[in-house]
Every structure is written in C-alpha cells, then in structure tokens.
C-alpha cells in the first residue's frame, strides 16, 4: 500500500556536513591537531588536557572534559563527556580511548548511524582504521530517540562503513519490550544501495493453505543481476521454496520464477510452477523473446493463487519468438503451445500448438499516394484430436491514402489467398483445401473544429467516418477452424473489413460502418474532457459465413484484468474487449455472442462509448451497445472513479452483458490520516446474489516501520469454491529495501491506483 514521507518522523539532530568520504576516513593529512582550555606536560611527554578539548585528526573528530594524549605512542585517553564522530558514526561515552593510526574503543556507548539514520547503546565499540566497527552487546533501532517501537538485540554487530553494510549475531527482534523474533545471523544495509540479507518475513492464512510463513534471503550477486531465495511453511501442505532470479544487460532482461512444494500433505504429490521470461535484442531491428509457464497439475492456481481472476486460470502459454523489422518489413517466427489447466475441457476443445508460425508483414510506398502491403503467414497447427496440419495465407493489398487537415480518403484492394495440407481431416473433407477472394475498402472522415468554453480555450470537434467494406461471399464450410473466433462488436470491430479474427474464415460483406466521434480538449495544454463516439454498420446485403454450431458454445475460462486478448478452446487467439471479470460462479464466459446462425437484422447493434475526464478529479467511462430491433441492451459498463492523487482513487464500476454476468465493482485506496492508509474492492454478481471478490486492508506506517494487514474472499474456481486469505507484512525501516511487497498486486485489483514510496524492485 502506500507509504507516506513528510513530518511524521522528526529530524535527526543537525550536524555539520562532513565533505566526500576518501578511501580513509584519516583522508592524507594524519596529524593530530589539539585544542584544550589548559594542558601540562611532563617529563616524559604525557599531556594532560583539560577543559573543552576537542581533538581532530582527518575527517574525524573527538571531544571531552579531559584527555591525556602519549605522544610517543600516539594514544588518548578521554574521560568526562566523550563525543567521537567520523562521517559515518557518532559515539557518546563516559570513556575512551583513541589512537593515532585511527582505532578507538569506548565503553558503555551511545552510538548513532548517520546515513540510516540508526541509533543504539552498545557495551562495547571499537572503531578499526580499515573503517569496520565492532560492536558488542548491542540494542539498536531506527527509530527516533525515546521511541521504543522496536528494536534488535544482538550480542554483536559488525558494521563495514566501506561496504555500507552490518552484520548481526544471536539477533531477538523486539516490539517494545517484547520479544517476536530470532536469528542467529542477520544483515542489512546502512546506506540506500542493494543488499544481501534476510527480508522481513510475511504471515498469512487462508482456507486452502492454513497458516503461512515465508522468510525471504536476499542475494545482490551484481549490479546487474539478483536472487531471491524464499523458504516458506504452509501448516496445511509442507515446506515449500520459491526463488525469483532477475538479470538486465546491454542487450537483454528477463527473470526466472519457480516455487516448489515437495509431497502436498493434502494432495501427496509434488507441487510446482515455473514462469520463464527473456527480451533480448540481438541487433538492430533483431529481437528473441521467450515465456515459459508451467504447473505441476490442474489445480496448483486454485489453491496457490491469491484472488479470483488468478484462481481460474484455464491455459498457460510458452512462447518463442524472433522478430525482424525493418522500415519495410516485420517479420515474426514464432513456436507457441499451451498447457490446459481445465483438464475437464475435451480434447476437442483445447487449442492447437503453432509450431513453427511465421507471419511477414510489409508495407511499401510505390508512387505519389500509393502503396502496396503484404500480409501472410504459414503456420503449422498440431493438437492430439481433430484435423491437423498447415495452413498458408497471402494477401496483397494495392492502397490510396490522401490526407488533410480536414479529411481523409484512403480507398483499398486486396486479394486473400488462403491453403491448406491437412492430416485428420473429417471424413469427406478435402485434405488440401483453398481459398481466395477479391475485397475492397473505403475508409473515409472529415474533422470539424470549433472554439469552446467562455474565452474560447477549449477546442470541440466533430468527426464524421464511414467505412464500406465489399467482400464476395465464398463457401468456406470444408475449412478447419484452428484459430478463428467472432469478438465482441466495439469500436475497433466496427470498422474492421472481417468480421473473424483469424484466416480461417473471411466473412462476406457488402456493408456500411458509420461513425461519429466527438472530442473537448484544451490545444495548448493537450488535456482531454470529453469524447464521446456512437456507431453501427449497416448491411447492404445479408452475411452469410458463419462458424461451426459447436463454436457458438461459451467458453469456460475468465478474462484477467485489463486483457485484450485471449485463446479459445480450438480457436487459438481471439480479441476480447478488456475489463476487470472474475469468473462467475457455476457459469461461462462467451467469447462469441453472435449465434452461429446467418445474420438476419440489417443494421448491427448501435454501440456507444463515452470518456469523461479531468474534470475537478473526476472521470467517467461508459460503454454501451444496444439491439434496436429487440429493443435490448446486450452489453452496459460503466466505470466512474474519483482520483485526486495517484494514492488516492475511488472507483464505482457496473457491468452487464446479456446472458453472461451482471456484476457491480466498488473499490479504493484511500489514506485517513498521516500514519493510515486502506484498501478495499468489492465485486457482487446481481445474477448469482454472491460476492465474487471481496477485499480490505489496511496500513500503519510510522517513521521506523511499517505494518500492512490484507483480507480476501474470493472464488478458487468457475465451479464457485471459496477461498478465505488474510496476509500480513512488517517492515523495519533501514533492514530491507529490496523484494516483491505482498501488496503488489493492488494496481490490478484496483484502477488507476498507485502506491506512494513503494519499495524498489
């Protein structure tokens, strides 16, 4: 959650600023310079100092009420009112001593950490030249004098001003007085750099897992890559371990993740998942991506994962591509398959693998406002069940582009070449079927401008577009479908010549999308207030391609947040509208709500969306689509969301598609004073009378640490299991600064929420 700075922690007392640390705190001149109210010197070259003495040697420093400085063996004795400082510790003591090759030791000492701020009492210091001080018999805290919050107790700390690092042993973590942890070996940072060492631990507890306990080591291997190693005890499985590798180079950046739970004392099997990711940019214009996932079994996210949308995953995809482009062409070569996590889903239904798919893009200028493109692809498509085989596509498309300040006319001609080399066909299928059409497009828009508001300092326009869109219609029912689906109609849909997504099929057309969109926004500054756009197509003549009966069923899956798009069961990828939807309980998600039946209406449905925003903090989304021949709103959401600052958001959100879910969604992120922040989401299906998530939490942060409590009930599946998790995090400040928060997931579950200061990661 949030984290807040300000005045709630008070200044450390003020002292002079030393300059740059040298490699030796000494710096070059080493000479001890003495300054006292009086002094005698005997025979032997003892001199006794008294009276405000203050001794400087270097970048450090010593004061008292008296000192007796040995100058043949460079050594003080200071006693009454000791203050030692260097530029990265100060000790207050009744005695010492000090010598002048830079060691010092002190008894019974105040000691305080300047960079971090930290503070302690220690039985015995000893400063060593090398810049290492030892410490024995220590409480030591971050934070402020006479705050008690907590505290480490240690029969010895090392501290390494070099390294900018300390190391404890046989360390109690106490809350006031009161005694919560133990670990015979601590580290942790002094400065603000990266540092191995234990992480604070995390507590949770939930339905599935029991009580939960992880305590993360973490390892700066270098500047450029880390580890996170993370032990945990679940009281209801075992033992598990996670680990989260992290690298970044010149030309590549990626993690490993992996969590391993040997012999579930529920399932009696070994539990684990994997996710693998890689960016590396090989040269210019050249670059291989790589996602793995993978889990042990079918029901590692129900018990594992934390929240609804997570919890009913249904395909986990591993990925490799290599991709060129260039000012002309883009190309990718890409291996894709999934691992089903429904196992219930028949084979039938699961999505075919593309190994290899290649798909070649490009885009050339030919003369004056011409252009010739090329779209194609080969891919070969392999699944246990049903026909198999490759699928090779080639459209050339010859393009007219003329623009102007006010308009825009862009006439195009294409032709789609489609073949295939099937095995398994059904029976009396052909097993190397083709295709190929003619097609033709319009797209065409004017842009009116006019001056708003009172002194005129707002910009409206208005913006026309039609799009006639002519495709032949072509029998196309002995083609297999590997990865093609029909979306859900909105603004992008509108105006697409297809209606499919995929080549599978290419839908007949003879029709006109109408749009009109209009706009509010400030010229100079570039804010927008206001868009708004209503559309529909009308056919000229009736479509007549449709999808196989069976791929009109709904698909048993969810949508993730935000998700645009998303694979269908024997389809491959299909673009979804993206939205915040957990899976409802008992019931499905269709990605296909036209019936696989001809159309019979001649106009679409009108769909409508409208943005309001930056107005006084307050925005507001809506979309709508309505059918005006069965007078019938097919799909409704409405999003309104207070924001006066990126920790501060309120959202209120409505949902409804006919027949699928009807759902509200409330949540925030709110701080309700100078120490407290909270969260909460709500999300209740009108159709089912349940909540589908719930979730509250709250955070208390104080100048030196930190304590963040997170509560969920959520659904573990489609089928409705529930799920009860609370979570809880503390931190100390100046222990740990490195590694995931446990309330990471927040900007997900609530929109347009940032947290404030959070941890680097």
């Not at 003495?53 to 008296?66: C, F, M, N, P, T």
């Not at 060492?197 to 897992?209: E, R």
């Not at 591993?318 to 089903?340: C, H, K, M, P, S």
Request: charged residues 20%; aromatic residues 10%; proline residues 7%.
């Amino acid at each position: 959650m949030g984290a807040w700075a300000g005045d709630m922690c008070p200044a450390p007392p003020k002292r002079k600023k030393p300059p740059p640390r040298p490699a030796s705190f000494l710096a070059t001149d080493q000479r001890i310079l003495i300054d006292s109210d009086a002094a005698d010197i005997n025979a032997a070259g003892v001199a006794v100092l008294t009276g405000h003495v203050e001794v400087h040697q270097g970048l450090r420093s010593i004061a008292a009420d008296s000192m007796t400085y040995d100058e043949r063996i460079g050594k003080l004795d200071v006693k009454g009112a000791v203050d030692f400082e260097d530029p990265m510790i100060g000790i207050k003591s009744d005695s010492g001593t000090y010598d002048a090759l830079g060691g010092a030791d002190f008894n019974e000492a105040n000691f305080r950490i300047f960079d971090r701020n930290g503070h302690g009492f220690a039985k015995e210091i000893s400063v060593n030249p090398d810049g290492v001080i030892d410490l024995s018999k220590v409480r030591y805290t971050t934070c402020p004098v006479g705050n008690k919050d907590w505290s480490l107790q240690a029969s010895a700390i090392d501290i390494d001003t070099d390294a900018d690092a300390g190391t404890g042993r046989n360390v109690v973590m106490r809350l006031h007085d009161l005694p919560v942890f133990y670990t015979p070996y601590i580290s942790f940072p002094l400065g603000d750099e990266r540092k191995s060492g234990v992480l604070f631990p995390s507590l949770a507890h939930s339905t599935s897992n029991g009580w939960q306990v992880d305590v993360p080591y973490y390892f700066n291997l270098a500047p450029n890559y880390d580890l996170t190693v993370t032990p945990g005890y679940l009281s209801a499985r075992g033992v598990e371990l996670g680990t989260e590798f992290r690298f970044l180079t010149e030309s590549s950046h990626g993690q490993i993740e992996e969590n391993f739970l040997p012999n579930d004392a529920q399932t009696h099997s070994d539990r684990a998942y994997l996710h693998v990711l890689d960016v590396t940019n090989l040269t210019d214009g050249l670059r291989f991506d790589t996602q793995l996932e993978s889990v042990s079994d079918s029901n590692y996210f129900s018990d594992f994962a934390v929240g609804a949308d997570q919890t009913s995953v249904t395909f986990l995809e591993r990925e490799a591509e290599l991709r060129y482009y260039d000012d002309v062409w883009r190309i990718r070569a890409q291996l894709q398959n999934f691992q089903t996590i429904d196992t219930s889903l028949l084979s039938g239904d699961r999505p075919y693998s593309r190994v290899p798919r290649v798909e070649a893009y490009a885009d050339t200028p030919l003369f004056s406002h011409f252009s010739l493109a090329l779209d194609s692809e080969v891919t070969n498509f392999i699944r246990e069940v049903g026909p198999t085989g490759v699928r090779a596509d080639l459209a050339p498309e010859l393009r007219f582009s003329e623009r102007g300040a006010w308009y825009f006319f862009e006439p195009a001609v294409g032709y789609h070449y489609t073949k295939y080399e099937l095995q398994n066909e059904e029976v009396g299928d052909p097993a190397d079927p083709s295709r190929s059409l003619p097609y033709a497009r319009v797209d065409t828009g004017l842009l009116f401008e006019r001056d708003a508001g009172a002194q005129g300092q707002r910009t409206q326009t208005l913006e026309p577009r039609l799009v006639y869109s002519w495709v032949p219609y072509r029998n196309q029912n002995d083609l297999p479908i590997f990865d093609t689906g029909l979306p859900d109609m909105n603004m992008v849909e509108l105006y697409r010549t297809n209606r499919y997504v995929g080549d599978d099929r290419i839908g007949d057309a003879n029709q006109i999308a109408a749009g009109l969109t209009t706009r509010l926004f400030n010229e100079n500054t570039g804010t927008q207030y206001l868009t708004a756009t209503v559309g529909q197509i009308r056919y000229l003549q009736l479509p007549r391609v449709t999808l196989p009966d069976y791929l009109a069923d709904t698909l048993p899956g969810q949508t993730l947040p935000n998700q645009t798009l998303t694979t269908l069961p024997g389809q491959g990828n299909v673009i979804l509208p993206g939205q915040n939807l957990p899976t409802l309980p008992g019931q499905t998600v269709s990605n296909l709500p036209v019936p696989s039946v001809p159309e019979t209406y001649r106009s679409s449905d009108i769909i409508g969306e409208v943005a309001l925003t930056a107005y006084k903090n307050w925005s507001l989304a809506v979309q709508y689509q309505w059918n005006p021949y069965t007078d019938q709103t097919d799909k409704n959401e409405v999003l309104l969301q207070y924001h006066p600052a990126p920790e501060k958001v309120v959202n209120l959100g409505y949902r409804y598609q006919d027949g699928i879910f009807k759902q509200y969604d409330g949540s925030f992120a709110w701080p309700i004073g100078p120490h407290w922040n909270t969260v909460g989401r709500w999300v209740y299906s009108l159709e089912d009378h349940q909540t589908i998530e719930q979730l509250a939490g709250f955070e208390y942060k104080s100048c030196c640490w930190r304590i963040e409590v997170l509560q969920r009930r959520y659904l573990t599946n489609r089928y409705g299991g529930l799920n009860n998790s609370i979570a809880l995090q503390l931190e100390l400040t100046g222990l740990s600064s490195v590694g995931k928060r446990a309330d990471a997931f927040l900007p997900r579950e609530i929109s347009g929420y940032t947290p404030a200061n959070q941890a680097a990661p």
